[in-house]
């Protein structure tokens, strides 16, 4: 027994070990990808690179038109979905009748939340682009984009609604409270947190897809900004994915290709940390 119990413990000591190298591994190579990345395009950013207009098809010029474009698809998206997502997580985890019906509904959610971002990009050409007509926009992107991390918010949000103690809804009700008094009052406070990580996620996957809006919104060079949302706009993830594979002079835009996607990589660890801040100011303030 004494043998067989040593063995164990050196094979868990021989996984535990590998799982670490693993994990060093894959951190080693994100740190060189990123290192690259800002040793070749820092000297590309300036206040010309960020405020101007790209110029010889993206060879010179900056960047701005595609930098308002991605900011108005990510605030657009949010927008849309995560009142939707957190609506229908409230739904289902406070207000539906638990039964069969109701776990197909969820393991829809999960399936969607896995599908790849080219059939959601797809499905908005065919029915926002199409069916609608409301044609290649920053509308259609919009729909497109919140239909794509819907799945993501929802099924984070209804975890964090269920974390919340059954008490904390039973004296409430016990007080006299209606249904959405006990919601509004005790349990979403203290599942904010949780649910604005679903909407942390969503915002990293919207900020840098290419498929969906290189099909419903993103425009190749469009050197001005939106006057409605029914514009095309243009796209720091398009914009990286034409300089990187579609332009004749290839050497000639590595520093904007470089330079674009540090900008791209700042502006989404840009808003996940303020997402960040903001859940752990509320995890603070609503401690269970």
Avoid at 44 to 65: C, D, H, S, Y
Avoid at 249 to 254: H, I, S
């Amino acid at each position: 027994m004494d043998n067989l119990t040593e063995k164990k413990a050196k094979i868990e000591k021989v996984l535990i070990w590998g799982m670490r190298l693993a994990n060093y591994i894959i951190v080693a190579i994100i740190g060189y990808i990123l290192l690259d990345i800002i040793w070749h395009g820092l000297p590309v950013i300036n206040w010309t690179f960020l405020t101007q207009k790209p110029i010889r098809a993206g060879a010179e010029g900056g960047i701005f038109p595609a930098l308002v474009g991605t900011f108005y698809l990510i605030m657009g998206t949010i927008i849309i979905a995560l009142p939707l997502g957190m609506a229908a997580a409230i739904y289902l985890a406070e207000y539906a009748k638990q039964g069969r019906f109701t776990r197909l509904i969820r393991l829809a959610i999960i399936t969607l939340a896995g599908v790849p971002s080219i059939v959601f990009g797809l499905f908005g050409l065919g029915m926002f682009v199409l069916f609608l007509k409301f044609g290649t926009s920053l509308l259609a992107g919009n729909l497109t984009l919140a239909c794509m991390i819907l799945p993501t918010i929802i099924v984070a949000s209804e975890e964090a609604l269920r974390a919340v103690p059954l008490a904390f809804r039973e004296g409430s009700l016990a007080l006299g409270a209606t249904k959405w008094q006990t919601i509004y009052k005790n349990v979403l406070p203290y599942s904010i947190p949780g649910m604005l990580t679903g909407s942390i996620l969503g915002v990293g996957r919207v900020a840098g897809e290419t498929a969906p809006i290189l099909l419903t919104v993103a425009a190749f060079y469009l050197p001005k900004l939106p006057n409605s949302i029914f514009d095309q706009v243009m796209a720091l993830p398009y914009h990286l994915y034409i300089l990187s594979t579609q332009h004749p002079e290839m050497d000639l835009v590595r520093p904007m290709q470089y330079g674009t996607a540090l900008v791209l990589i700042t502006l989404v660890l840009g808003l996940n940390l303020g997402a960040i801040i903001l859940r752990s100011y509320f995890r603070k303030k609503y401690q269970w």
